[in-house]
C-alpha cells in the first residue's frame, strides 16, 4: 500500500462531519512539522482551520488549499461497509470523505514530503490553508484566514485547490474558475382560509405559480467563452397546513442563482424582485451571497498543471468554470492565480463515496510534479 492510500485511509478512519475536524488537521500537522513548516493555529467559532508555511529560497508563494470537513454519511444501511471505516474492494476505496476530498489531503501532504526530500532548497515558499468549513455554512473557515492573511498583507501568488475536479477519468477536467453563487429564502404571504371560499382569502401558491414560471424560464445570459449562462433553481417549496380543505397562508421558498460574470450581484436581484412586483406577489425575502464568481486566464499555474496531467495522466484536461462552489472563491480576490485539480467526483456527497486506488497516486504524483514546474529550475 502506497504512503499516500494509507493516509488516505487514516483520514477517513477521522469522522469529521462539518464543521468537526475529528483530529484530521493534528494527523496532517504531525507530518509537515519534520518538514520545517511553521504551523498557525487558526480557529474561528467552532471551526479549525490552519495555516503552515515553509519558504525555500526567493520566490512565489504556492498554496495548496483544502478542506478536512465531510458531509453527513446519509442512511448508514444503504452503506455497503462503514463510511468511517476505509474499505477497499475492486479497485476503489470506499468511505465517506475518500473523493471530497480526503484523498485530495492525503495527496498534498505526500506530494511536498517527495519534493522536499529532493529539493530541500526549492525556491519560494510552500503553503498550507486547511479549513473544516468548506462543507458547513463556509463563513468562519477559508474566508476568515484569508481576511487575517490580507490583514497582514500577505500574498498568494498560487494555489492550488484539491477538490475532485474531474469528471470520468483522472485528470480530464481541472477547473480554472467557478459560478457566483446567490441564494435566497422567499417567503410569499397569502391569507389563510377555507378551500371552499376562495374568495375570502389568499392562496399564496396561486400568487406565485405565474412569476415563478417566469423566473425559472427566464434567460438571465448566455455565458461567455469561460463560463456556463446564469442558472436559477428552486430547492425548497413549502406550504399548507397539511389539511386539505384549508388555503395556506404563506409560502416559503428557497432558491439558488448561480451566475456569471455577465450578471452582477445587483442585477440579479432587481431582475428577481422586479418580476415578483410585476405579478403582484406580497413578499418578503432574505438574500445570502455565498460567493462571486472568478476566473484564473491562462498562466504559470494552469500551465504546469496541464503539463503534470498529461505526464502522469497521458491525456490534456479540460479547463473549465463549471460545477459548484469551492473555497477557491475566497482565495482569488488575494491576487492569486486558482486552479483545481483532484480526483473523480462521481461519487461525492453520496452514499458509498469511492475513489479509484490507482488515482489516488496519480493525484500524488501530479502534485509533486507541479511543485517541481513551480519551484524548481524546470520552470514553464
Given amino acids: 500500500m502506497s504512503d499516500t492510500l494509507a493516509l488516505t485511509e487514516a483520514l ?3 469522522p469529521s462531519v462539518s464543521p468537526v475536524d475529528g483530529g484530521c488537521q493534528d494527523l496532517m500537522i504531525e507530518r509537515l512539522r519534520p518538514l520545517g513548516f511553521t504551523i498557525e493555529d487558526m480557529p474561528f467559532g467552532d471551526v479549525r482551520n490552519f495555516w503552515a508555511t515553509r519558504r525555500g529560497g526567493d520566490g512565489p508563494l504556492l498554496c495548496f488549499a483544502g478542506h478536512t470537513d465531510v458531509v453527513p454519511t446519509g442512511p448508514a444501511e444503504e452503506w455497503r461497509s462503514d463510511p468511517f471505516e476505509p474499505v477497499i474492494r475492486d479497485g476503489y476505496l470506499y468511505g465517506r470523505g475518500a473523493a471530497d476530498m480526503k484523498s485530495g489531503l492525503a495527496a498534498m501532504i505526500t506530494a511536498v514530503e517527495g519534493f522536499v526530500r529532493r529539493h530541500p532548497h526549492h525556491a519560494g515558499t510552500i503553503a498550507f ?3 473544516s468549513d468548506e462543507e458547513g455554512p463556509s463563513v468562519d473557515g477559508t474566508r476568515r484566514v484569508v481576511e487575517t492573511l490580507r490583514a497582514r498583507g500577505q500574498r498568494v501568488d498560487y494555489c ?3 477538490e475532485p475536479s474531474s469528471d470520468e ?3 480530464d477536467t481541472v ?6 453563487s446567490l441564494s435566497a429564502w422567499l417567503t410569499v404571504h397569502g391569507v389563510q382560509g377555507h378551500v371552499a371560499y376562495p374568495q375570502l382569502a389568499e392562496n399564496p401558491v396561486h400568487t406565485l405559480a405565474p412569476a415563478l414560471l417566469e423566473l425559472v424560464r427566464h434567460e438571465w445570459d448566455r455565458g461567455n467563452a469561460h463560463f456556463q449562462p446564469t442558472s436559477f433553481q ?8 397539511g389539511a386539505p380543505n384549508v388555503i395556506p397562508g404563506e409560502l416559503k421558498l428557497r432558491f439558488n442563482i448561480r451566475w456569471s460574470p455577465e450578471q452582477t450581484l445587483e442585477g440579479l436581484k432587481s431582475t428577481v424582485l422586479g418580476i415578483l412586483d410585476r405579478h403582484g406577489v406580497r413578499y418578503s425575502i432574505q438574500w445570502k451571497e455565498a460567493g462571486l464568481p472568478f476566473y484564473t486566464p491562462p498562466g504559470p499555474l494552469s500551465a504546469a498543471v496541464e503539463r503534470a496531467v498529461r505526464e502522469v495522466a497521458g491525456l490534456t484536461p479540460a479547463l473549465t468554470t463549471g460545477g459548484g462552489t469551492s473555497d477557491g472563491r475566497f482565495i482569488a480576490p488575494m491576487g492569486a492565480q486558482v486552479v483545481e485539480l483532484g480526483v473523480v467526483n462521481r461519487s461525492i456527497h453520496k452514499v458509498n463515496e469511492c475513489v479509484k486506488v490507482e488515482d489516488v497516486e496519480k493525484l500524488r504524483a501530479a502534485y509533486e510534479r507541479v511543485l517541481e514546474l513551480m519551484l524548481t529550475k524546470d520552470v514553464v
Fill in 160 to 162: 492550488l485547490v484539491g
Fill in 175 to 180: 477547473k480554472v474558475g467557478r459560478r457566483g
Fill in 234 to 241: 428552486v430547492s425548497n417549496l413549502t406550504a399548507g397546513t
Fill in 12 to 14: 477517513i478512519a477521522r
Fill in 169 to 171: 477519468r483522472f485528470g
Fill in 129 to 131: 490553508l486547511i479549513t
